[in-house]
Each structure stands twice: as structure tokens, then as C-alpha cells.
């Protein structure tokens, strides 16, 4: 066990079992990762989940997993309006994070975080590491190389829809399939900026850099939300529209919202003086990058060029989470850098953040924070 990463997983519901814990269960990473236990505050689904995945321990409370010295490093799968405590905690019992999006809610939290970790030596890796994808790697490089022209203006952002109250591990009726999804719906951390938009913003500024300021419409579209046959009351913003300075007048719409969306997936699509760039598509027609041939035919599509994602990880769903995990694994056992960085996130955290600022003032936001 020298050089193997002992890993906790907090949390067990619908990300950790379908994201992490089979990912992390499978024989090929045995030699670099393993999962030595997991936590859940519903009474028996820790356990459920550590017979099933094979987990050496359960845990009902998070204190109980990090006090018994199990484990080196944990993936906080829990609701993002958690994260900053549970961060906070991991890293003072000297723990290494991977944070499933989002890693916190506002700048100041990030800020500490990050501050904590550098003072103690220990490593955080946030999630979405969307500039691990070639094709966002391509889509910067081709804006770069002018094959669009002068960029004018991006969009990019995600609908909700009903997908969490749908999911399968929220439908059935066993401890692991009746997770319940509601705090997507309340604030802190609910909405789908944090919850979605969070990958394109990501992605966004992955390829055109910092940003500058932002001002935004937001609020609640949506009020009420059914799950089980129940109507749960919506607090958290459904409908948000930020616009981003990038500086130089080159500007970007962000969007979260109930329902629709102008772009294509997760990406973002960026438009030109001579041309555009849709989704994977350069004027229409789409664009070469490494591997994009290979992807066609691999059973995880595109997520099977993320680095890690080779034989079984191919078939399970969350690869790129278990792609984020893995750096976390790498800078710890070599010292190898990655770019799924905290201070990237606490970058897209403080874009989301000062929206809601924006949109509550009527004031455009200077932003603090860099990539």
C-alpha cells in the first residue's frame, strides 16, 4: 500500500454510484487507487453501498470516515451546499479533495480552501476538468490560429429540465435507487448553474481566458417541483442569463435555465468575423482533433480520449469524473501537475456568484479572481 492512494467517498448517492464507486472498484487501478470507505447520512446506504462496490468500510458521518484514519484522500460527492464544510474538515484532518462540481458556492469559500490547502501541503483537484478533452484543447487553438476570424462573442450554458428527478437512482425503491434530489432545488448550491452551466463555463473560459466583469437577469422560474408525488417548493435560481466581459469587447451569455438552450450539449459556440464554431462543428463542418476518429467507435464515445478512460471505464457512466479523480491520484503518488485546478474553479464560482449579485443589485460585477 506505499504508493497506493487511499481513497473515501463522501456521499452515496446517484454521482457516487454512478461515477465513482464502480470506477474505482474495478481491478485495473488497484495498483494506484483504492477504496477504503464510504459515507452517507441516510441510515444503511453507506453500507449497502460498501457491500456492493466492495468498500472495506461504512460510515453513517463524515467525521466518523475521517477520524478513522482510513483513508488519504476523499471525493466529496455530496450536495454542493455542503462542500466548503466538508472541504474545510478533509483538509484540517490533513486529507487530499477531489470536489465533484461545484467546489464551493462563493469566491471567499474557494479562497480559504485553496489558502488552507497550499498551507498544509495537501492537494485539491475540482471538478470539471473540461480542458482535459481535446476538442475544447482544439476549439482554443483554432481561435487562436484565426480560423474564425476576430471573435466577436460566445454562448454557452445548460437547461434542467426534469433529469434529476428522473434519474435511476432516484426512482426505485431500495436504500441505493431512492436517493432524494431536492436540494438541487434550494439554496445554497441548488440551480443549474453550479449544478450544469458550471461545465460550460468551464469550458469557456478554458479557451478564451479570465474574465473581466459580468451583469445578469436571474430568478426563479420554475417554483414547485414533483418528486415521488410530491410537490417540493423551488428557493434556488432557475433562470439566469449572465453576460461576461472578457475585455476588449469580446463578450459571452451564460445561461441556466428550467427549460431550452441555444447551444449544442455542454460546449460553447463561438462566433467570428469570418466564420463559427458550433459544437464540434467549424463552419458546418466538423472539426479535427486527437483521437476524434478513435471516438467514433469507442463504447464511451468521446469520453473514451479523456487519459485515463481505457478498458471497463469505458462502459461506465461519469468518465470524466473518474478522469478528474485520477489527476488527484497522479499529483499524489508522482507529483504530476494538472490543469483540473482550484483555482479555475474559484474562477467560474465567482462568475456565477457575482451574477447573482448582479442580477440582485442592478450593478455590473468586477471580478477578483483568474484562471
Known amino acids: 500500500m506505499a504508493n497506493i492512494v487511499r481513497f473515501g ?19 485495473d487501478v488497484q495498483d494506484r487507487v483504492r477504496l477504503m470507505a464510504v459515507c452517507d ?10 457491500e456492493r462496490y466492495g468498500v472495506a468500510h461504512a460510515f453513517q458521518t463524515f467525521e466518523e470516515l475521517l477520524e478513522s484514519g482510513e483513508v488519504d484522500a476523499v471525493s466529496i460527492a455530496s450536495p454542493i451546499g455542503l462542500h466548503y464544510e466538508q472541504g474545510k ?15 464551493t458556492t462563493t469566491n471567499a469559500e474557494a479562497t480559504d480552501l485553496i ?3 497550499r498551507a498544509r501541503g495537501l492537494k485539491i483537484v475540482a471538478s470539471p476538468g473540461e480542458m482535459l478533452r481535446p476538442h475544447n484543447q482544439q476549439i482554443k487553438q483554432l481561435i487562436a490560429e484565426g480560423a474564425i476570424g476576430q471573435l466577436c462573442w460566445a454562448v454557452c450554458g445548460a437547461a434542467f429540465g426534469n433529469y434529476h428527478q428522473d434519474e435511476e437512482f432516484r426512482t426505485g ?5 431512492n436517493v432524494d434530489p431536492t436540494w438541487y432545488f434550494r439554496k445554497p448550491g441548488g440551480g443549474p448553474l453550479y449544478d450544469m452551466t458550471v461545465y460550460s463555463l468551464h469550458g469557456l473560459t478554458g479557451i478564451l481566458g479570465s474574465a473581466k466583469r459580468v451583469t445578469a437577469l436571474s430568478g426563479t422560474r420554475v417554483r414547485e417541483r414533483e418528486w415521488r408525488g410530491a410537490m417540493v417548493p423551488v428557493d434556488a435560481h432557475d433562470n439566469t442569463l449572465i453576460l461576461i466581459d472578457f475585455g476588449d469587447n469580446l463578450f459571452a451569455l451564460a445561461y441556466g435555465t428550467p427549460a431550452g438552450r441555444v447551444s449544442e450539449g455542454f460546449g460553447g459556440s463561438y462566433f467570428g468575423t469570418t466564420g463559427s464554431i458550433v459544437g464540434q462543428k467549424l463552419n458546418g463542418q466538423p472539426f479535427d482533433y486527437p483521437g476524434r476518429d478513435r471516438a467514433e467507435t469507442l463504447p464511451g464515445g468521446i ?3 479523456l487519459p485515463h478512460v481505457v478498458g471497463p471505464h469505458q462502459s461506465i457512466g461519469e468518465q470524466h469524473v473518474y478522469e478528474d479523480i485520477m489527476q488527484l491520484v497522479d499529483w499524489i503518488r508522482d507529483g504530476t501537475p494538472t490543469i483540473v485546478s482550484a483555482e479555475h474553479a474559484r474562477h467560474v464560482i465567482e462568475i456565477i456568484e457575482a451574477g447573482y449579485r448582479a442580477a440582485e443589485t442592478g450593478e455590473t460585477q468586477e471580478l477578483t479572481t483568474t484562471i
Open 9 to 27: 467517498v463522501v456521499g452515496a448517492g446517484a454521482i457516487a454510484q454512478r461515477g465513482i464507486l464502480p470506477h474505482l472498484s474495478q481491478e
Open 41 to 50: 447520512p441516510v441510515p444503511g446506504r453507506a453500507e449497502a453501498a460498501a
Open 89 to 103: 474538515l478533509a483538509l484540517e484532518a490533513g486529507k487530499h479533495i477531489h470536489f465533484n462540481k461545484t467546489m
Open 115 to 117: 489558502e488552507t490547502a
Open 173 to 177: 425503491d431500495d436504500i441505493l435507487s
Open 303 to 305: 469520453q473514451s480520449l
